[in-house]
């Protein structure tokens, strides 16, 4: 049975950073690309960031970008975001995602499984 755990969440004020991590267990890590989505209150859920099963090539969604950075450490079976120059809007839940191939997509629709979600709530 695949598990994804997200840890690192919390409150955090304007400007600054947080890591979450999401470990994976039940299937061969490696193979699969890894995503970050976010919901926040009344709004869709939006995918943030993604990672290929590798690590070799990444997307961020353009709200994101140069702010954030996804990594992944295949060794211990673990994927991080780390959020820099957080904003007020990045106030959301944060779910990690195992894809369904090696190779990343923005669709939830290909992504099997999901963690249970961390808070993140940036005060400004």
């Known amino acids: 049975q695949v598990q994804l755990v997200e840890s690192g969440g919390g409150l955090v004020q304007a400007g600054g950073s947080l890591r979450l991590a999401c470990a994976a267990s039940?299937?061969?890590?490696?193979?699969?690309?890894m995503g970050w989505f976010r919901q926040a209150p009344d709004k869709k859920r939006e995918i943030v960031a993604a990672?290929?099963?590798?690590?070799?090539?990444?997307h961020y969604a353009d709200s994101v970008k140069g702010r954030f950075t996804i990594s992944r450490d295949n060794a211990k079976n673990t994927v991080y975001l780390q959020m820099n120059s957080l904003k007020s809007e990045d106030t959301a839940v944060y779910y990690c995602a195992s894809g369904n191939s090696y190779f990343y997509t923005d669709k939830e629709s290909t992504y099997d499984y999901w963690g249970q979600g961390t808070q993140v709530t940036v005060s400004s």
């Open positions: 990672i290929s099963g590798s690590g070799d090539t990444t």
């Open positions: 039940g299937r061969t890590f490696s193979s699969k690309a």
